[in-house]
């Protein structure tokens, strides 16, 4: 039972870099989330998709982008990386309802 | 709007001690509303749910009674163990849909 799977577990960035968060997830969910955990606040929401082919904004999006690959692949893009990203982010999926399932996150540190 | 404001912690306890975290939301009709338990590097798990008013979701001897009238949803333990140590964090979903709205966690510590 895999359940949501991220990769990679920690990242090492210098400004200006880019890099792809990779999240998968075996339960035949619709719905997928990317959340970033900042200390003091919770997590927050950066982009969503309720289904393959959708994607939509959350609380935080500015400086990521998404792509759902297929029903099982979520996948979260930095293109120019910034110190304001550093954070912990997290790969969520539900089956539309609302229990959300939850990867084991990645570790981002922008230098 | 909707929002999640929960005690800051650190909340620090003996075990076998008593444990309330409280919890109270914001919401336009009917949420759903979760404690979900993140241990030290691990993501988050589910640890209980409440659908609809005067519910109480329960599990590993965790319960949470969704109270509309005071608009709380409180955590609480009869007597809790060092391995319940961990950041414990109340969500709401807003009625038909499947967001969360989180609050800020707050950090359980337990000492033998």
């Known amino acids: 039972n895999a359940g949501v799977t991220q990769t990679p577990k920690f990242q090492v960035l210098k400004t200006g870099q880019s890099m792809t968060l990779q999240c998968a997830q075996d339960m035949n969910h619709n719905s997928m989330y990317w959340y970033r955990q900042d200390p003091g606040m919770g997590l927050r929401l950066i982009y969503y998709?309720?289904?393959?082919?959708?994607?939509d904004k959350g609380e935080v999006p500015n400086g990521y982008n998404v792509s759902r690959l297929n029903k099982r692949e979520f996948s979260l893009r930095l293109e120019s990386a910034a110190p304001s990203q550093t954070s912990v982010y997290f790969c969520a999926s539900s089956a539309g309802t609302d229990t959300q399932y939850f990867g084991p996150g990645t570790r981002l540190t922008v230098l | 709007g909707n929002s999640v404001t929960q005690m800051e912690g650190p909340v620090t306890l003996s075990e076998e001690a008593f444990l309330t975290i409280n919890c109270t939301y914001t919401a336009t009709g009917y949420p759903s509303l979760f404690w979900y338990v993140q241990y030290p590097g691990e993501g988050l798990q589910l640890l209980l749910k409440a659908t609809k008013a005067d519910d109480k979701g329960s599990n590993k001897g965790f319960e949470a009674t969704y109270r509309k009238e005071t608009t709380s949803f409180h955590l609480e333990k009869g007597s809790v163990q060092v391995s319940d140590s961990a950041v414990y964090f109340c969500a709401l979903s807003p009625y038909n849909t499947d967001k969360l709205i989180f609050g800020t966690g707050t950090r359980l510590q337990v000492f033998p």
């Open positions: 998709s309720a289904s393959e082919g959708t994607t």
